[in-house]
């Protein structure tokens, strides 16, 4: 099993920065991608960055390019996200996921991430 912890949400106003952290533990493989997901109250989980083992391919959600930066550790199996610019529209619960067994490829889709985080929570201000 493979366990995903975060850590950095809270409360900030419209245009603060915020940094997510994601800790990856258990059994994980040797390569694996990660990605950030968000999910806002009465809506679905959606996209938000994903990277590669190397953390040499990244890719970003429309709603957050150029705002936002997915980075890795991979000796320290961290991932982490950090927020600029942040909105109202960006409120919503974090989920980090880890993908390994079918490929080590980063995916906007959810379905795709076999192991998630509990989810830590961000809301913006106006």
């Known amino acids: 099993q493979v366990q995903l912890v975060e850590s950095g949400g809270g409360l900030v106003q419209a245009g603060d920065s915020l940094t997510l952290s994601c800790t990856a533990s258990?059994?994980?493989?040797?390569?694996?991608?990660m990605g950030w997901f968000r999910q806002a109250a009465g809506k679905e989980r959606e996209f938000v960055a994903a990277?590669?083992?190397?953390?040499?391919?990244?890719y970003y959600a429309d709603s957050v390019k150029g705002r936002f930066t997915i980075s890795r550790d991979a000796a320290k199996h961290k991932v982490f996200l950090q927020m600029n610019s942040l909105k109202p529209e960006d409120t919503a619960v974090y989920y980090c996921?880890?993908?390994?067994?079918?490929?080590?490829?980063?995916?906007?889709?959810?379905?795709?991430?076999?192991?998630w985080g509990q989810g830590t929570q961000v809301t913006v201000s106006s």
């Open positions: 258990g059994r994980t493989f040797s390569h694996y991608a």
């Open positions: 990277a590669s083992w190397s953390g040499n391919d990244r």
């Open positions: 996921a880890l993908r390994q067994v079918w490929s080590t490829s980063p995916s906007t889709r959810v379905d795709d991430y076999e192991y």
